[in-house]
């Protein structure tokens, strides 16, 4: 059973930081796409920052510079470093797990609040 377990979220005000963590269990870590999703409320849900098994990243747009992803493959544990915080942030942040083969997985999301 595939597993995804995230945490870091919180208030912060603007300009501040947080750092998220999921924790992965019941698939190979390493075979996955990492991605981090948010989807603030009204809105849909949108692609913030994905590593590949390769270890290749993406970002979107507004996250670039001041968002980092990364992975501890031993841990099985992807982080997402968000730095320069702004309220438009604001967001229930989701993990997920793209298998090479099948279906992705989905965390239960954490809430970030950036306050102005």
């Known amino acids: 059973q595939v597993q995804l377990v995230e945490s870091g979220g919180g208030l912060v005000q603007a300009g501040g930081s947080l750092r998220l963590s999921c924790a992965v269990s019941?698939?190979?870590?390493?075979?996955?796409?990492m991605a981090w999703y948010r989807q603030a409320p009204g809105k849909q849900r949108e692609l913030v920052a994905n590593i590949t098994s390769g270890g290749k990243t993406n970002y979107r747009d507004s996250a670039t510079g001041r968002f980092t992803i990364s992975r501890d493959i031993p841990k099985k544990t992807v982080y997402l470093q968000m730095n320069i915080l702004k309220p438009e942030d604001t967001a229930v942040y989701y993990c997920?797990?793209?298998?090479?083969?099948?279906?992705?997985?989905w965390g239960q999301g954490t809430q970030v609040t950036v306050s102005s």
């Open positions: 019941g698939t190979i870590f390493s075979l996955n796409t």
């Open positions: 997920a797990a793209q298998p090479p083969i099948g279906r992705d997985y």
